[in-house]
């Protein structure tokens, strides 16, 4: 099998959601920048299929400092402060960029951008267009990226990062045929975007299989709080086919309520402060323990009803969960919807510094792949944002950074030629792997975790990642490298969970008893690479 040197560039951006095309409009005033995908650019990838919005202040009532607040009490101050600072104070002059190059939000009637309410937040600062927030954002970025000179490699699989001693000088990558390349840069950029396409009901794309995670793992890198992964309170159950389909925030934001099977509004008992829009670890386990305690619908959700909203304001401010659910049968202006918890967004991810730096040299990581802006848990609209504002950062960071001496390690170009030839004599089809994983993942690693479920899940990820892997074709075995990934990321999680001797956020440990909230916790980010695990201490104030 041979491996051709396709590219040798000043910047690598490896993904083509909100974040890396973000990136790569920046790096490429710094020199030649390739931007490589596995799905079509602007096409794949989560952010398009972001409904709600995008957090910015931009009211004299609001306060930079008050969404900082907001972003670490509901992170369960997990979060790095001085990464939540830059996101906050950054994030009005990345909607300004938005907006200058033509994307279309909704405006108030006196002209000023429309902002709306989320969880978790004491002002309405989330900006949107309709529900369709993420593909206008994407449309005007890919329009962006077109004017300048990024190259675009699209359908290439990134299989691994490529090394010269400890520096990532660029990554290995299988095209459409399954041939392997090689890509050299000065400064590569990992902007692969969540993985929550380990767990058997996810809101993700059939791209969020959280290869960033695996490869900048395998490369070397640390990365932190790998547990935290949110599970969104509102995913689709009823019918089947629309099973873990994000209903957006923008539900509860327009006034949605939620009830369970005796009609009764539960959330008083869990947050009567804020209701329905309280952060969405709170409203997703209130949810959860609604179903487990019997109160659920037939179909295992609880009802999310819009019916007392003018019909004028669902069409106007939520068409495409209008669209969504009729294409089902459901007239949502008239049905209440039925919803259910689904695995949605990795806050933990590789260690960065506020420029994108991970702890590699010549590797930065920008969006869902980075860990540390949103701590235990995602304020909704916080995440567009973040594409945004670390894209821009990560992209100039990597595009200002120097030339660099780039020889390639053919024994580890070698050893990937051995690993993919392989997956022509493998055994074992990697979608009953993957499929295995999943169940596995949604049963031992989900809402409710102990130490116990918690080793059994980690055990089924060692023992499927061992697996005699069979490529059908050429054509196949990306999907084999796909599923390791898969495989390692989950591994990643289970690992930084038994880490994790307590309840924060989105990880809630059933078997440890705990006397602290999350404000005093002792224990800061765990971490894990391949050199070392474990979880750091942290100072409490009194």
């Known amino acids: 099998m041979p491996a051709d040197e396709v590219c040798d560039c000043h910047v690598l951006v490896i993904g083509s959601g909100g974040a890396g095309v973000r990136a790569a409009i920046e790096a490429s005033q710094y020199g030649e920048t390739v931007l490589i995908s596995k799905t079509i650019v602007g096409k794949g990838g989560c952010t398009p299929m972001a409904e709600g919005g995008y957090n910015a202040v931009l009211r004299e009532q609001d306060a930079c400092g008050i969404h900082f607040e907001d972003t670490l009490k509901g992170g369960a101050y997990l979060n790095n402060p001085e990464l939540v600072d830059h996101l906050v104070r950054e994030s009005p002059l990345r909607m300004g960029d938005l907006v200058k190059w033509g994307a279309v939000f909704d405006f108030t009637e006196d002209d000023e951008l429309a902002q709306r309410p989320f969880g978790g937040q004491r002002f309405p600062r989330t900006c949107y267009a309709g529900d369709r927030t993420g593909h206008e954002m994407m449309v005007t970025l890919v329009e962006r990226l077109d004017g300048t000179g990024v190259t675009t490699l699209q359908e290439y699989t990134v299989i691994d990062l490529l090394k010269d001693g400890d520096a990532v000088i660029g990554a290995m990558a299988l095209d459409e045929k399954g041939d392997l390349v090689l890509l050299k840069a000065d400064s590569t950029i990992l902007a692969t975007g969540g993985g929550t396409k380990i767990y058997d009901i996810s809101t993700n794309s059939s791209s969020g299989t959280g290869d960033g995670f695996a490869m900048g793992y395998r490369a070397g890198a640390e990365l932190i709080d790998m547990e935290m992964v949110q599970f ?217 975790r102990n130490a116990g479920e918690l080793e059994n899940t980690l055990a089924t990820a060692t023992q499927l990642s061992g697996m005699h892997l069979r490529a059908a074709s050429a054509r196949n075995l990306a999907e084999c490298c796909i599923v390791q990934n898969m495989c390692c990321v989950a591994s990643l999680v289970c690992r930084s969970a038994l880490l994790r001797r307590e309840s924060r956020g989105a990880h809630v440990r059933t078997d440890i008893a705990q006397s602290y909230d999350a404000e005093h916790s002792p224990f800061g980010h765990t971490f894990i690479s391949q050199s070392r695990e474990g979880i750091e201490p942290r100072e409490v104030t009194p």
Not at 296 to 323: N, S
Not at 351 to 377: D, K, M, W, Y
Not at 415 to 434: E, M
């Open 232 to 448: 969104h309170p509102t995913g689709a159950v009823y019918p089947y086919d629309a099973r873990g389909r994000l209903v957006t925030e923008a539900v509860r934001g327009e006034g949605g309520i939620l009830k369970n099977a005796k009609g009764e509004r539960f959330m008083k008992n869990y947050d009567p402060a804020r209701m329905e829009l309280s952060t969405r670890d709170v409203v997703a386990r209130a949810i959860a323990t609604e179903i487990q305690q019997d109160r659920g619908t037939v179909h295992g959700g609880v009802y999310l009803d819009v019916t007392h909203l003018p019909r004028e304001q669902i069409e106007a401010r939520l068409p495409v969960m209008l669209e969504q659910f009729l294409r089902f049968g459901v007239d949502i202006r008239i049905t209440p919807m039925e919803v259910a918890p689904t695995a949605h967004h990795v806050m933990g991810g590789l260690r960065i510094t506020p420029h994108g730096q991970s702890t590699l040299p010549g590797l930065f990581a920008c969006g869902e792949v980075a860990g540390g802006v949103h701590g235990a848990n995602r304020l909704g609209g916080n995440a567009l944002a973040d594409t945004q504002v670390f894209g821009k950062r990560a992209g100039e960071a990597a595009g200002k950074a120097g030339t660099r001496k780039k020889t390639v390690d053919r024994e580890q170009v070698g050893g990937q030629q051995k690993r993919i030839a392989g997956f022509l004599d493998g055994n074992t089809n990697p979608a009953l792997v993957r499929r295995e994983l999943q169940l596995a993942m949604w049963q031992g690693a989900g809402i409710f």
